[in-house]
């Protein structure tokens, strides 16, 4: 079965930096497109940045230039790193795919004090 299993989120001061991982264990990693998203009480779940399998990369534009996402084939994981961290980047962070359907991790919770 699919799994993706998010870690590194955490309390952190604003402007400071965070590495979150997503391990993927049940498909074919290097053909997996990989996406993160995040949302916060009571909003809807925002994409945040994606990449293609042969690693080609998109942002949302209040990101961009502060978060890079990458992965590791040789790993089965995708990275998000986050650095100038704002309190509005406050939120609960999902690694996803669609491998025949969409799935998703279980999140992360990331919390930028100001």
């Known amino acids: 079965q699919v799994q993706l299993v998010e870690s590194g989120g955490g309390l952190v001061q604003a402007g400071g930096s965070l590495r979150l991982s997503c391990a993927a264990s049940?498909?074919?990693?290097?053909?997996?497109?990989m996406a993160w998203y995040r949302q916060c009480p009571g909003e809807q779940r925002d994409l945040v940045a994606t990449i293609t399998s042969p690693g080609t990369t998109t942002y949302a534009d209040s990101v961009k230039g502060r978060f890079t996402i990458s992965r590791d084939n040789a790993k089965n994981t995708v990275y998000l790193q986050m650095n100038s961290l704002i309190p509005e980047d406050t939120a609960v962070y999902y690694c996803?795919?669609?491998?025949?359907?969409?799935?998703w991790g279980q999140g992360t919770q990331v919390t930028v004090s100001s």
């Open positions: 049940g498909i074919i990693f290097s053909s997996a497109g």
């Open positions: 996803t795919t669609f491998w025949g359907r969409q799935y």
